[in-house]
């Protein structure tokens, strides 16, 4: 089974700073997706960004990149320019690849960011 | 374009009752899924469905039934209502082989008292 870990219960970084949240996950598998969600107050779950495994590139969506080292089993997420809407919980979370009973996510406990003005 | 639409929002039950929690999709997806999430926790797979006719259990399946008789609709069951089943529920969707996104309902926060 795959398990994901966040260690970082909590954090918080000023507005317009840079922050970076950790993930490892453990598996035996060869590929899959990782994914960051972000789940402000609202409580709606929201796609951040997705890496592929196969891909060595790391993803980036506007201010938001990714550190996949894949070796290591290590999925961090760089915030640049941190913004006061970035105020929210984030979840690291891993699907394998394939349809079937693969298709689904498991997630980390989570990381509450605190973006203060 | 509604999403994915779970009712209700809040519902506060008594130790012992039933109730079902209603998901429905508007976007075709083949798979649909149930996640509770607890404070600390994350989100814990309770049941998942592949398709119509379809359904499987995931991590934390114990107090729940689910069904799936069509495309669109993935009710949740909680029969026997306890206080360990006071949480946020979360249904979600996604269409195998595409990207690996699923998609998420708001949430329904459920109280047993």
């Known amino acids: 089974a795959q398990t994901v870990t966040q260690s970082q219960p909590e954090m918080s970084v000023q507005e317009a700073e840079t922050v970076t949240l950790s993930c490892t996950y453990d598996t035996s598998e060869s590929n899959y997706y990782l994914f960051w969600y972000k789940q402000p107050p609202s409580r709606q779950m929201i796609l951040v960004i997705r890496?592929?495994?196969?891909?060595?590139q790391n993803a980036t969506e506007n201010r938001f990149s990714v550190n996949f080292q894949k070796a290591a089993k290590s999925f961090s997420l760089k915030i640049s320019d941190s913004q006061l809407g970035d105020t929210a919980m984030y979840f690291c979370?891993?699907?394998?690849?394939?349809?079937?009973?693969?298709?689904?996510?498991?997630f980390g406990k989570g990381t509450l960011l605190t973006v203060n003005p | 374009n509604a999403g994915v639409t779970q009712t209700p929002k809040f519902r506060i039950l008594k130790i012992g009752q039933s109730m079902t929690l209603q998901c429905a999709q508007d976007m075709n997806h083949n798979y649909m899924y149930w996640y509770r999430q607890d404070p600390g926790m994350g989100l814990k797979l309770i049941y998942y469905?592949?398709?119509?006719?379809?359904?499987d259990k995931g991590e934390v399946p114990n107090g729940y039934n689910v069904s799936r008789s069509t495309t669109e609709d993935f009710p949740l069951r909680l029969e026997l209502a306890a206080p360990s089943q006071t949480s946020v529920y979360f249904c979600?969707?996604?269409?195998?082989?595409?990207?690996?996104?699923?998609?998420f309902g708001e949430g329904s926060r459920l109280t047993v008292l």
């Open positions: 979600a969707s996604g269409l195998a082989g595409v990207t690996g996104e699923l998609f």
């Open positions: 979370a891993f699907m394998k690849q394939g349809g079937g009973s693969n298709y689904k996510l498991t």
């Open positions: 469905s592949v398709g119509a006719g379809i359904t």
């Open positions: 890496q592929e495994a196969y891909k060595q």
